[in-house]
């Protein structure tokens, strides 16, 4: 699987799924995962999209494959993300692609696509906050005195166990997904999550969005608790092309519980803004 490799930076891992007819140059949907995740966690929504576009699927820095040779301490910063996504998009050598990122690859997109609109055709965010409400910052504590403390005394593992229960998955979800989930998340190192926690509580893209050049389609819980009214009504003011679209829910993990509806609002939004068709 590729591997990109930079002096003075961690290498950094993604993977390509394409499906498309060979004589056919198709644009690429890039899926970026949240937070502790990796591109193992778009499994499910693979097979509805690598058939009409190539898919890629970067993991960020100290997550899934990618290296953990850095300071988690001061390189896990805006600027660390947006220049390993220029190494990525880079090593495609795509002039622009449809960015898809689910919770805080969405977030990192929003900055992402402000910065940088020549590398964008669409950007679709799936239950991507645009600010980390009080909150949510209080749930994330699980009883112990701050988001950092939790994750210091469960640990990854413990952490993603609690977390699922709490505003990931509905009840009655499959327990074989739920300990799946937990399981991989639990694999990235509790340091790397502090340092990424400590960098989410602070990114308020509000100053980002009317910069945001490319077709925003955004994939939200019905009735999440992450992303707000409050919010969504701050991306009505301020994107000026947005498609805001809902799926019956109160809980986070869209991308895993409902793959195909993600999936289908996904693939059609990048058709319609390339003019082609995505059915057979």
């Known amino acids: 699987m590729p591997v990109i490799k930079r002096p003075n930076k961690p290498d950094l891992h993604y993977v390509i799924d394409d499906y498309t ?14 937070f502790g995740r990796s591109s193992q966690f778009w499994y499910r929504c ?45 090593a495609l050598g795509a002039e622009a692609v449809h960015y898809c990122g689910e919770s ?14 020549a590398r ?42 609690v977390k699922n229960t709490a505003d990931r998955f509905a009840p009655g979800t499959d327990p074989g997904l739920m300990e799946w989930f937990a399981q991989h998340q639990g694999q990235t190192d509790v340091n790397v999550l502090i340092g990424v926690q400590r960098l989410a509580k602070r990114i308020d893209t509000t100053p980002y969005l009317s910069r945001i050049e490319a077709p925003v389609l955004t994939i939200y ?30 809980y986070h993990n869209l991308h895993l519980t409902q793959p195909a509806a993600c999936a289908r609002q996904l693939l059609y939004f990048a058709a319609q803004h390339d003019g082609v068709d995505c059915h057979e």
């Open 221 to 250: 819980p019905s009735h999440g608790p992450i992303t707000t009214p409050e919010q969504e009504e701050l991306l009505r003011k301020h994107v000026r092309n947005l498609l805001l679209v809902h799926l019956p829910s109160r």
């Open 21 to 34: 007819d060979p004589w056919r140059n198709a644009p690429y949907i890039w899926l970026q995962h949240g």
């Open 120 to 161: 964008f055709r669409t950007l679709t965010l799936i239950s991507s906050r645009v600010y980390l409400n009080p909150e949510s910052q209080q749930r994330y504590t699980f009883g112990e005195g701050s988001w950092e403390d939790a994750l210091r005394k469960l640990g990854s593992r413990g952490w993603a166990d």
């Open 46 to 90: 693979i097979p509805y999209l690598s058939r009409f576009y190539k898919v890629v699927r970067p993991d960020l820095r100290g997550m899934g494959r990618s290296s953990t040779a850095f300071d988690w301490e001061r390189e896990l910063e805006l600027a660390d993300f947006l220049g390993d996504f220029d190494a990525v998009a880079d």
């Open 104 to 117: 805080l690859g969405g977030i990192l997109g929003m900055v992402f696509a402000a910065e940088r609109p």
